[in-house]
């Protein structure tokens, strides 16, 4: 039988919201601590890929960096209601640096 993935948006109220429209599971939290302790969770449970915005990522560099390398689940950074801090493109490009050896952006 076929596991069946989920993927989810956390991040604060008016960020997240708009991704149940499209039928993703929403986390909306107040702070870094919760959004840890949700990411967690959902790491734990067949959560394939998790947006994050990058409000909340600042606080959170120690997760980033415990599941950068692993297959499930995968965090991609999302500006927030405030705008974008260029912390996912940052991460993208050093992505894409180790993948393929050079900064092809």
Same mark, same amino acid.
């Given at each position: 039988?076929?596991?069946t993935y989920q993927i989810a948006a956390v991040g604060d109220w008016e960020s997240v919201m708009g991704f149940r429209a499209l039928g993703l599971a929403t986390y $909306?939290?107040?702070s870094a601590g919760e959004a840890?302790?949700?990411i967690q969770r959902l790491a734990k449970e067949?959560?394939?890929i998790i947006y994050l915005t990058e409000q909340l990522a600042a606080g959170l560099s120690d997760v980033l960096q415990r599941y950068k390398d692993e297959l499930r689940p995968a965090i991609i950074l999302? $500006?927030?209601r405030s705008g974008s801090l260029g912390i996912g493109?940052?991460?993208?490009r050093q992505s894409i640096e180790r993948a393929?050896?050079?900064?092809?952006l």
């Open positions: 039988m076929a596991t $909306p939290v107040a840890r302790e949700t067949n959560c394939a999302i $500006p927030g493109s940052s991460t993208l393929v050896g050079a900064d092809i």
